[in-house]
C-alpha cells in the first residue's frame, strides 16, 4: 500500500538536520546553554527517563481525558445544531467566543475555579479541542446532498431515522477530520496546562518549569521532544480510527476499483 | 380490449399551478389524467417544470393552486404509493448494493428475513444477482442506476417517478437499461412517470408522451405512443418508430424558443 512513500528519506534528511546542527555548534563555539548538543539532550533523556515517561503519562491521561470529553461533547453539540436552524444560529457565535478567547486568558481562570490538578488540565484541554470537532461535524450534518433528504422524505422516514441512517454516516469524516486537529493539538492543551495548573502530578509541562527555574537546559529539550512524541502517539491513534471507520467506502481511504 | 367502464385516472391533475414563492410562475394551468398501468414520457425544453411535475406527485414540493390527486389523495398522503429515481443514483457511499436497496424497507415494520427476500428479488430483476455485497465506488454508471431502480422497487410502488434517470449514461448502456426497464414493468405493472430529453427514449418506453412548453410550463401536446409491447431492437430501428420520433422532435422544435 505504501510502496510509493520513500520511507528513508525522512531518516536521510534527519541525518543532515542532525550534522547541520552538531556543525554549527562546533562551528560557532555556541554553548550549552544556548543549544546543546544532540549527545547532551539524549544523555539527558535517559537520566532523566523516570521523570520524563511519568510526565508524559500524567499529561496523556489529561490530555486524553480532555480530547475524549471533546470528542463526544463536540458531536453532541452537533447534533444539536444539526438538528435545529435555531439552535446552529443561536449557539454557533458562542461557541466562536469560546475558540477565540486565546487559551492563556482562560487557563489562569479554569485554575482559580478548580484549583491546580488534573480537572483543570482536563478543562484546558477540552476547550482547545472541542471547537474543531463542533464545526466540522456541523459543516457535515448540513451537507448532506440535497437528493438524499429528498430520498428519506420519499421513504417517510422520520427526522430520527434521517439522521441515524443519513447525516450522520455522511458526517463521519467530517467529524474524523475534525478529531484530527483535536488530535493534534490535544497535547499542546495538555502541556499548556500543565503549565497553569500542573501540580505535584509532574506533567511534561510542569517539569518544564522546573527544569527552566534550574536552567537544566539538556533535560528542557529532552521534555520539548517527550511531548512531541507524545502527540505523535494521539495522531497515529485517531489516524487509525479515521482508517477503521472510513477504509470501506470512503475514497479518501480507498482507490476505486473501477 | 372493451372495458365496462372508463378506467379510473390514478393520477388526476387539473388547473395545477406551481410558483416557487413570489418567484416565476413555472407551471400553469395543467390537465392531465393519467391511468394505471400508463407509462408517461414528459419532454420539453430547460426550464419546462416537468422535473418540478414529477416533485409534485411525489409530495417534494406543494402545489401553488389547482387539483393533484394522486390514487384518490393529497399527495403528502400518496407518498406509500409513490418512489422517486433521481438523475443520480443518489446511492449511501457507505452501504453496500443489499443495504442500500434495503433501505426504504428499513423504516417499514418489516422483518429483517422479509427485507431481505425482496431485495434479493429486486437484485435479480435488476442483473445485480453477482454483486451483493459490493459497495457504490466499485460499481459502474449503469448498474449504480440498477441499484436505484432495485431500491425504488422495493416499496412496490404503484407509480415510479423518473427523472432522467439515464441522462449520464452512455447511449448502449441507455438503450439497454430501456429495454430492462420495459422488462421489469411488464413484471410489476407499475404507472410510470419518465423525464426525459431523448425523443427516441421517450418513444420506446412511452404509451404516451406529453410535451411541455417553457416559461411558463404548459402541457403543448399530449401524443399516444402507437407501437405495441413487448418492444424491441426491431421496434427501434422500424420506419414507423423513426417516422414517429421526427414528428414528434418537429412539435418540440416549436417549444424550444428560439436562440435557447
Known sequence: ?258 | MVSPSPPVPLVRISGLSKRYGRGTVILEDINLEVTPGEFVSLIGPSGCGKSTLLKLIASLSPVSSGTLLVDGMAPEHARQETAFIFQEATLLPWRTVNQNIQLPLEVLPMTQAKREAVCNRMRKLVGLDHVPDHYPRQLSGGMKMRVSIARALTVAPKILLLDEPFGALDEMTRDRMNEELLAVRSELKFTAFFVTHSVAEAAFLSTRIVILSANPGRVYRDVPVPFPYPRTVETRESPEFQRFTTEISRSLRAVIPVGA
Not at chain 1, 471547537?131 to 457535515?140: E, K, L
Not at chain 1, 477530520?177 to 500543565?194: H, V
Request: hydrophobic share 55%; proline share 5%; net charge positive.
Open chain 1, 1 to 258: 500500500m505504501m510502496k510509493n512513500i520513500r520511507w528513508y528519506l525522512p531518516i536521510i534528511f534527519g541525518l543532515i538536520i542532525l550534522a547541520a546542527w552538531v556543525g554549527l555548534k562546533e562551528a560557532f563555539g555556541i554553548r550549552n546553554f544556548i543549544l546543546p548538543g544532540p549527545d547532551k539532550i539524549i544523555r539527558a533523556a535517559i537520566t532523566e527517563r523516570e521523570t520524563l515517561i511519568h510526565g508524559a503519562l500524567v499529561t496523556m491521561t489529561g490530555a486524553s481525558l480532555g480530547f475524549v470529553a471533546a470528542a463526544v461533547g463536540g458531536f453532541l453539540m452537533s447534533l444539536v445544531m444539526g438538528l435545529s436552524v435555531s439552535f446552529r444560529a443561536g449557539l454557533y457565535p458562542y461557541i466562536l467566543i469560546l475558540q477565540m478567547m486565546p487559551v492563556v486568558i482562560f487557563a489562569p481562570v479554569i485554575v482559580i475555579w478548580l484549583g491546580p490538578g488534573l480537572p483543570a488540565i482536563v478543562l484546558i484541554t477540552f476547550l482547545i479541542c472541542f471547537f474543531p470537532i463542533v464545526a466540522n461535524t456541523t459543516q457535515g450534518l448540513i451537507s448532506v446532498d440535497r437528493n438524499m433528504v429528498d430520498l428519506f422524505r420519499m421513504i417517510n422516514a422520520n427526522r430520527l431515522q434521517e439522521m441515524r441512517k443519513l447525516r450522520i454516516p455522511f458526517a463521519m469524516p467530517y467529524f474524523l477530520t475534525g478529531l484530527r486537529i483535536a488530535g493534534s493539538i490535544a497535547m499542546i492543551g495538555g502541556t499548556t496546562a500543565d503549565l497553569f495548573a500542573g501540580d505535584s502530578a509532574g506533567g511534561i509541562g510542569y517539569i518544564v518549569l522546573v527544569y527552566n527555574g534550574t536552567l537544566q537546559v539538556p533535560e528542557l529539550w529532552a521534555a520539548g521532544f517527550t511531548a512531541c512524541l507524545c502527540g505523535f502517539i494521539f495522531v497515529t491513534v485517531v489516524l487509525a480510527l479515521n482508517w477503521l471507520i472510513l477504509r470501506k467506502w470512503h475514497d479518501s481511504i480507498v482507490k476505486s476499483d473501477l
